[in-house]
């Protein structure tokens, strides 16, 4: 198994909803690195997983539609409590049809899967990961 890994971050605010959110129930800030591995299980021709400035121009793409966003005021979240690991799988559902169609330097289909982290401090992080197929 073969992977590349490109990283960005983002920094949004946003809001919970429920008791077990503790003071994070309030508005509050938050700077997240969000990692994105892209999986095959052999390297294409070139010798590589994907392209990889394609890849992380994929995940700029995605993250510019979040970054310095209030996502309380995002309407696609609406009633949504944007929690680290929901906001794991949004950005990996976004990088999924990238991929799928062919935006990475390889045939979609040549890939496994991908898995998006994101570390919300140096002692926390969350991570979703599927198969693309």
Same mark, same amino acid.
């Given at each position: ?16 909803? %429920? ?15 969000? #990692?994105? +591995?892209?999986?095959? #299980? ?8 994907? #392209?990889? %400035?394609? +890849? =992380? ?5 995605? *993250? ?25 799988? =949004? ?10 169609? %062919?935006? *990475? ?29």
């Amino acid at each position: 198994m073969f992977a590349v890994e490109v990283r960005d971050h983002i920094m949004i605010a946003h809001s919970f909803r %429920g008791a077990v959110f503790g003071p994070a129930q309030a508005l509050h800030g938050a700077t997240f690195v969000v #990692d994105a +591995a892209f999986i095959a #299980d052999e390297l294409d021709v070139n010798g590589i997983v994907v #392209d990889i %400035g394609q +890849a =992380h121009e994929a995940l700029k793409a995605v *993250l510019s539609a979040l970054n310095y966003r209030n996502l309380d005021d995002v309407p696609a979240f609406k009633g949504q409590n944007t929690t680290t690991e929901f906001l794991t799988k =949004h950005i990996y559902e976004r990088l999924a049809d990238a991929a799928r169609e %062919g935006k *990475l330097g390889r045939e979609g289909r040549e890939l496994k899967a991908i898995r998006v982290t994101i570390s919300e401090s140096h002692v926390a992080r969350a991570w979703y990961e599927a198969s693309l197929w």
